[in-house]
């Protein structure tokens, strides 16, 4: 195997790790399913079409109570829909997907995957072309589908700060207020572990427009972040993230939305901007070679559907890939999500094809910068 090939290997199973960690830590909006109405799987099971009765197939995902709700979500009711046993197994290793999928045997149907590692699979032929005469692609929001993919939750970077510091009028609304330790002082914080979406944020608070961030100017972003570097908290972990806004250690910076909501729901002082917003999506692939190929493609369209992403996000807080779930979203939790309108369009879909091509580049020249 050459350098790049190791190197992707190495970034999709980090990557990986932090995507675990992000979804255990938002899972504490399960806590509030007693208190908000929603949809349950038998008001969303559709009448049975029998078409594919007796089959099986085997859905990954990340394990834990994310998978819980993808199985209260999507599988079960499928189950019920088309008379499928659907098999549950995880979590996802991305060297098991990759070796799947190079075997061609894959034992897997279903995989629940970044999008950082189906950008950088795709392109060895890992993975089944989603199968779109299936698949109702117009249905769903086009940011979010790939030919080898089709997002089913979006999560997002946020501005984030304490509403007892701050007040609804005199808050940080852009990622130049962030970066301003003059009207807004004391300790902000940002993920210190990669340079992807700390570029972004620093560009735009150096008044680049959204829509002409990429290919980005990393020289540029760089001198932005020197500017600050003395007054940032770097954190690891999203939990960590979350802790250092609960203990009052920060006031503002940079948190995933759904562990702002978690910390919002615990009670901590704490609420998100939406300009901005840097979104990342998880997509449903299907192995290359796959022993149930018909069945997952008609399984990713059921799990397409409104009612179906809505229990999703009424359990989890994770954006629904298809608009018209959000009216299907308990108002409480609909303000959270990165993919309800006015939401949505402040923010940015992260760039992963780059991000695919630079990020060992622009890695390096990053840790180098943090210990200097």
Known sequence: MNDAYQFRRFVEQVRSRRRVVQGVGALAGLALAGSSPRLSVAQSTPAATGAFKGRQMTFASWGGAYQD???????????????????????????????????GHSTWDV???????????????????????????SALIPDYTHDYGVGTIVWSNNIGYNTEVYSPENHPTNWADVFDVKKFPGKRTFPGGSPDVNMEVALMADGVPTDKLYPLDIDRAFAKFDT???????????????????????????????????AAKKGAPIAVEWNGNIQSVDYFVVPKGAAN????????????QPAQQAIMANEIAY????????????????????TTPGNREKGILINVAYWRDNLKTVSDRWNQWLMS
């Open 69 to 103: 709700v993808q199985k209260k979500a999507f599988c079960d009711p499928f189950a019920a829909a088309d008379g499928v046993n659907v098999l549950q197994d995880g979590p996802v290793d991305d060297a098991k997907t990759r070796a799947m999928g190079e075997s």
């Open 111 to 137: 995989v629940d995957v970044t999008d950082s590692f189906l950008y950088n699979a795709s392109q060895d032929g890992i993975f089944e072309p989603i199968d779109y005469k299936v698949v109702d692609r």
């Open 228 to 262: 600050i570097k003395n007054d940032v908290i770097w954190w690891d972990t999203n939990s960590q993230s979350q802790q250092l806004f609960i203990d009052g250690e920060v006031n503002l910076g940079l948190i995933l939305n759904g562990r702002a909501y978690d």
């Open 293 to 304: 190929a018909d069945v997952a493609m008609a399984f990713i369209q059921f799990a397409g």
């Open 319 to 338: 954006a629904p890939t298809n608009p018209a779930a959000i009216k299907l979203v308990d108002p409480k939790v609909a303000p959270w999500l990165s």
